[in-house]
């Protein structure tokens, strides 16, 4: 399956390390450019995130959507709600840090996202390099990886459930790699960091992130006949522990500090296995039918040959890893295929950097069989602009897109809000549905509400002689009677899309 570590091209040791630090670079490039090329908070989950870990800045053990509800609110809702432990808070921890040095932005929240995207790519190569010691597949894994425009959008936040699924798909990536250097060394500073990475990514998204184990685990019993095997059960069960001690101690917080809310949510991500929750459904097909939006148009058609190429010749191959790796993939897809009801392609998307090993080395078969050099580079172009797709970007970033440009137009306006709103406004309302979160993070000292407050609610902050401000009437969204008789309203002179 893999060439011969001096084949051809990429044979040199040092032309590799050039190729490996370009990969790295353009990854990082086109990982920073498209976080900085929309000024605004995208739909889902982004802007969520964004505000959680904005308000995590000043309360990093109190995660809160909303900091200063006006009036009742369902704790229950994860778009609308106070407290806020809809997700686990390693990756939040990490915005709100990053903002913390650098200042409140979509550009600063999204850094971590960007560098852990760019980590992966030299993650990868290590991993494939230990697997294969196979140099010119170890590139072709890093630069699918690198191009890879669904981790690309991941980062820059456009991709759903974006900076929590990066950060968990970096971290289960570090874990792998720890183990992948167990494998060849082991020593008890790579068992330290098993425990510490999937710690980390059960930090962000739950057990899946103990992925690591399993692998770990299968490789144990094919060696169960072999000597010295205690000793390696015990290093698996130290990471474990490892393991344990940097996530549970979150659980234990969160279900005394906030024991309804965090009951609620346990039972909500358990309810994911047999109902498809929030329109997220599908067939045993689901995966299968979205491949080329993970892997590209073309290339996902190679992960199975890949794999069969693997198992045919894994002599050339480290067989405990191809053996963990196969199983590892195999049990994540039929997991969700066939166990979990709810659907999304982003669920497969922790182990997508293991199929990129597979499909790298099929198609290091088919460079040896181009046979002429020439046909490589134009080959291993057309590959990456498979799995970039920019043709997606462009239609993203056009000036056609008008849902864009409305939301670029609308930000502004937020980021805006102090030169227009009175001093002491701190109730805002009449925006577009779940707009209230983007503003809300620009404006902290704001509560913002999508559409008008019930009547009731209104009469009583009228009480209270408060203040409120409300949108002019933009769309559907229109200004009843009962708000324009308020008398405490402010109307912002200003016209959102």
Known sequence: MYLNKNTGFFGAQTKTKYIIALLVIAGFGLRLFMARADPYLHDWDERFHALVAENMMHHPFTPMLRVNPVIPYNPYNWC????????????????????????????????????????????????????????????????????????????????????????????????????????????WYWVLLVGLFSGCAVLNKWLLGWLVFLGWGVHCLLRIRKERMRKEWLHLVIALFVSCVIFLPWQWYIFHAFPKEAAYEMAFNRRHITEALEGHDGTVFYYVSHFYAVFGNGCWLLLVPGMMAALLQQQALNRYLLVSFLVEILFVFCFFSFAVKSKGYNYFLFVAPLCLLFIAGFLSLLIRKLKKAYWVVPFLLLVLFDVLNPVKIMQHLSAANMERADKIYNTQIYKKAKEYLPGNIRIVMNLDALEDIPFMFYNSSCSAYDGVLSEADMNRLAKKKVPVAAFKNHGTYILPGYVLRYPYLYIIPLDLR
């Open 80 to 187: 609308d709600n106070h407290i806020w432990v809809h997700k686990q808070p390693l990756f939040l921890w990490q915005m709100a840090l990053s903002m913390r040095i650098s200042g409140v932005s979509e550009r600063t929240m999204r850094l971590p996202s960007v560098l852990m995207g760019t980590l992966m790519i030299l993650l990868l190569f290590r991993i494939a390099v230990l697997f294969t010691g196979n140099r010119l597949t170890s590139l072709i894994a890093a630069g699918l990886l690198a191009f890879s425009n669904v981790f690309i959008n991941l980062s820059a936040g456009i991709q759903g459930q974006d900076h929590n699924d990066l950060a968990f798909c970096f971290y289960v990536l570090a874990s792998i790699w720890a183990y992948t250097e167990y494998i060849r060394s082991p020593k």
